[in-house]
């Protein structure tokens, strides 16, 4: 059996019963390092966190090992148990979509343990749900490479009147450019794209479109640590936004569409003064 | 303090260990029977599977409850720390929404405990949710009421290329006519939406409006009891859908746009022979 089990947003205690049952059953477990694991406790003392809770050790996964050993790992769990943990719910990234279809081709029974994510937990900040249109991502523009196709997503959503969810970029384990040069692995120090980026990056976007889409006056939700105890949530404009400290990653960020009053009321809690 | 704790989609053990402890430390839990509470264990002999597992009792409120009893809910949590518990996560609904401001209103600290919902889980079916666009809802229609607003939603995500998620109308602790006559409170035993009869309301209105959004031959994929043990994906037509029988409720509908590979991959484990 393969255990896919979302860990949640916050910490290792945000895994539900259900989870910890599964990883307390499991020969082996691993868990993934392909997005964040600020919160779980992986830092330089290790997976002391998540292998206190659980009682045994957990193999961190970046997307690398599980692309090279994911022969291995499915053998193991056609053979016993074995969990593998996902910050988060386990279909919020396409990553993992992979490993599950592999493991369904060889016949490997897989259980889904579900937890929330960003896609559902974004809904804390008062806009509902249902009133979201698809969502962006905006991914770190360099030099030479300042990719915009968001840019109509966000024109549409607003068009319809509908909310925009902006996933801000992740880099983690990037091999560096003189490392690939030198055709050694090497890698960059993970880098979170921050609130105050992505508002420059959408402003300098609008600046070289020109399509209304958005201004530096619309309204928008600035949400910092997402279902972390020190999570923070800030409304307002965009130049109101680029005056907040958000503090330390994740972060994302809502280009708000038509509101509800009910809406407004609590965005009102949120509102920079 | 006022902890908002999202059950998941599952049962009793589909908490989070953060849940948990916010029950465990709370003078009063209530759990809301808004929507649906089938697989936690809220039959005929009461409460068992929540209270056994919490070793405290369990108040179920009702929408009218919470809407009579707010202020005492809200003294409660004033002076001790009270637990309101939700299926699915706190906000995949808009009905908890007005406790929490007016909790905040009143300087009531608020903690929000989050979890699976419908509205990320649904990533189990294969279909990307960045590739999803607003989300619509499908109201049962009467002789009289047949509202179609989700007629133009559909046709503009599949203009997108988007799949759209159908969530399928809950009647639960609805006032009977006869009831309402006589002024005295009686109830319609609860009614959930199947897939089949959501089909056929959509076909019914594709039919009348003539503006090809979809047709029997478009792609869907039907859920039943997402994220419990039972759970049941079956991918195909329309047509073949009407054709598999899905068991018991929860149901929900995803009508699919357009596909990438990885995404089909993943259908074909559900698709109907």
Known sequence: MLYIVGLGLGDEKDITLRGLEAVKAS????VEAYTSLLSFGLTS?????????????VIVADREMVEERADQILSEASESDV???????PFGATTHTDLVVRAKQLGIDVKVIHNASVMNAIGVCGLQLYRYGETVSIPFFTET????????????????GLHTL?????????PSLESLCRGKKCYEPPKYMTIHTAINQ??????????????EKSKCVGIARLGNEDQLIAAGSM???????????????????ETHPVEEEMLEFYKVK
């Open 45 to 57: 003392d290790g997976l002391s966190k998540l292998e206190k809770l659980y009682g045994k050790p």
């Open 166 to 174: 902006c996933l801000l970029d992740i880099r983690v384990k990037e």
């Open 27 to 30: 020969t082996k477990v691993y």
């Open 145 to 160: 490479w300042r990719p915009d196709s968001f840019y109509e997503k966000i024109q549409r959503n607003r068009e319809l």
């Open 239 to 257: 130049t109101d936004l680029l005056d907040v400290d958000f503090g330390a990653p994740l972060h994302c960020l809502v280009i708000v569409g």
């Open 202 to 215: 959408l402003l300098e976007v609008e600046a070289l479109r020109k399509g209304s889409a958005y201004s």
């Open 83 to 89: 969990a593998f943990l996902v910050v988060g719910d």
